[in-house]
């Protein structure tokens, strides 16, 4: 067996662009073999808060954004805002961690917009997104103020309706979809034609014109997202032309867009053989292909906004599990289980995700064996990591999984009745709780016990 692939030790750490590493910039390991993580000994967090435990390490946090931000500043010649994409882990910290650095926030539903408002953010720098808005998520997005992503007619008709009775106007970006295939997993792809989000591109006009009649709506300008876990440049390159152009056929339509918002989807690295662009290539080729489709189309420079949800978080996470049970199949495999799986971490089951782990006590131990972690679900699926080389597993070990920071507390669920893990937020060797652990009562709490069912009421009726 060779020796561990994972090393968060390794020299070549990327602190620039903190999506092109397994783990989190502030990753070290002491003389006795301990990883830290915001100068926290994971061991300490996890006997503290218990396990399984999301640790968000905040200086990658801060590394993405300003990775993002300054690379604008430098690449793009007009103005820009990044907005973080808070599906990927929506929390009031994440939203006041990513206020205090100067981002706006995408929103997909009231719960998300109400927690950015509440953690601090600038209504006038949020979006709301989704494909089929209630029209209470629209109302709440009209009061405040937030920018609409305008996704289909339906919506269209109802905002009308709404801004109507408000006497009220809305700024709007309409959502396309600009036909730019990508090569990601199916089920997060969205760019191409056959996709549930936005117009399609030959829409386009139609929707145009029929803004242009209706004194309640601001095109603010024009959205588009191809999907997610993108390694490559070239379809964000080829998007902004498409884009650039579109903003031109508003303007020739009476609009004055001036918001050209090309979504998210930089991929990270989740394992050893992942090599993502870094941040600044990522936003360098968009910015030249704006800058350059606006030169060749005589077009003003737009803001340009992108809106990165993954990239930002995903490496900043490290999850904490305690192994318990073990089970050798000789010649076939041997499962180490562990406190948690796919209720904290859907990932794995939903998308065949790939992970990268450690034992954060014994870093450094050479890999011996090849086992397969399991999580404690009733779900055979219910594998976090398949065939991972670690040094010999005991129960009580804790083990580390890496790159956990997106979409994994969005996703959790109860499933099985498992109480959400506890997420701090380590830095300079202080951890802050930022969701605390749900305890078995409150799985209880959304429970209503009809009475003719309750056993220690009335005789129920025969
Ligand atoms: C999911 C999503 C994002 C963020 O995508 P990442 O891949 O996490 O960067 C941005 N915009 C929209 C509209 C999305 O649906």
């Not at 003003?300 to 992108?306: E, K």
């Amino acid at each position: 067996m060779s020796s561990p692939r994972f090393r968060p030790y390794e020299e070549d750490i990327d602190r620039q662009s903190p999506n092109r590493n397994l783990a989190p910039v502030s990753a070290e390991v002491d003389a006795e073999q301990q990883l830290w993580v915001g100068g926290c000994r994971l061991a300490d967090l996890a006997a503290h808060y218990g396990t399984p435990l999301y640790v968000l390490d905040e200086t990658t946090l801060r590394a993405g954004c300003r990775a993002y931000r300054q690379a604008l500043t430098s690449h793009y010649p007009g103005e820009s805002l990044v907005l973080y994409a808070s599906k990927a882990h929506s929390s009031l910290a994440m939203a006041a961690l990513m206020t205090s650095e100067g981002l706006g926030l995408d929103v997909v539903s009231a719960g998300e917009l109400l927690t950015a408002i509440a953690g601090g953010a600038n209504p006038r720098n949020i979006v709301l997104h989704g494909n089929n808005k209630s029209r209470g998520e629209l109302e709440l997005a009209l009061e405040h103020g937030v920018t609409v992503v305008l996704d289909n007619w339906w919506e269209l008709d109802l905002l009308e309706r709404l801004c109507g009775q408000r006497e009220q106007r809305v700024r709007l970006l309409i959502r396309f979809t600009p036909g730019i295939e990508c090569h990601t997993h199916e089920y997060i792809r969205t760019g191409h034609l056959d996709s549930k989000f936005g117009f399609d591109l030959e829409e386009l006009d139609g929707v145009l014109r029929r803004l242009a009649m209706a004194p309640w709506a601001e095109v603010a300008g024009l959205h588009a997202h191809i999907g997610s876990q993108i390694f490559e440049l070239q379809p964000h390159g080829d998007l902004a032309a498409v884009m650039v152009k579109a903003l031109g056929r508003a303007r020739d339509l009476g609009h004055r867009p001036r918001d050209l918002n090309v979504g998210g989807g930089l991929g990270v690295r989740y394992v050893a053989s992942d090599d993502p662009p870094a941040i600044s290539a990522w936003v360098q080729t968009v910015s030249a292909a704006v800058a350059a489709a606006c030169g060749q189309q005589n077009q003003p420079l737009p803001r340009l906004l992108c809106e990165p949800g993954r990239s930002l978080v995903a490496t900043a996470g490290v999850t904490l599990y305690q192994v318990g049970s073990r089970k050798e199949i000789p010649g076939v495999r041997t499962y180490v289980a562990v406190d948690g799986g796919m209720s904290d971490n859907p990932r794995p089951i939903t998308y065949q995700s790939r992970y990268t782990a450690c034992l954060p006590q014994r870093c450094r131990d050479a890999a011996t064996e090849t086992v397969t972690v399991a999580g404690k679900h009733c779900e055979s699926g219910d594998v976090l990591l398949h065939h991972i080389p670690l040094p010999p597993v005991a129960s009580g070990d804790l083990l580390a999984v890496f790159a956990t920071g997106a979409y994994n507390a969005s996703m959790a669920s109860n499933y099985n009745r498992i109480p959400r893990p506890a997420a701090v937020l380590a830095h300079g060797g202080q951890a802050r709780l930022v969701q605390r652990r749900e305890t078995n009562q409150d799985l209880l709490h959304w429970d209503v016990l009809p009475e003719h069912l309750d056993q220690s009421g009335p005789v129920p009726i025969r």
